[in-house]
């Protein structure tokens, strides 16, 4: 079972940026899948999340990004917009269900002018 996160880099603030998680061994469709990132000196906290086909999003990041995912690439995304520092983290992108539990390998969203 593999999730490779990809699509971080460096933006500028206001800018946007797709991330993509795709995944190998594990069918996403039959798992609660999410977006959680890591900044500096903090602790890992979760963004989003998929479960039950139903779309969550905490406050720092509601109305600026958008999760999704497509079952036929197997693959999960994250839109970012309106990207400011405090965004500045590496995004793990993780699959759960009972008994499972498994991480991206974590990809760098550096956001500065």
């Known amino acids: 079972v593999q999730l490779q996160a990809s699509g971080g880099g460096l933006v500028q603030p206001g800018g946007s940026q797709r991330l993509s998680c795709a995944a190998s061994?594990?069918?996403?469709?039959?798992?609660?899948v999410g977006w959680f990132r890591q900044a500096p000196g903090k602790e890992r906290e979760r963004i989003s999340c998929i479960t039950d086909d139903t779309t969550y999003y905490e406050d720092p990041v509601k109305g600026r990004f958008t999760i999704s995912r497509d079952n036929a690439k197997n693959t999960l995304y994250l839109q970012m917009n309106s990207l400011n520092s405090e965004d500045t983290a590496v995004y793990y992108c993780?699959?759960?269900?009972?008994?499972?539990?498994?991480w991206g390998q974590g990809t760098q969203v550096t956001v500065s002018s």
């Open positions: 993780n699959a759960w269900a009972p008994s499972y539990n498994y």
């Open positions: 061994g594990v069918g996403l469709d039959y798992y609660a």
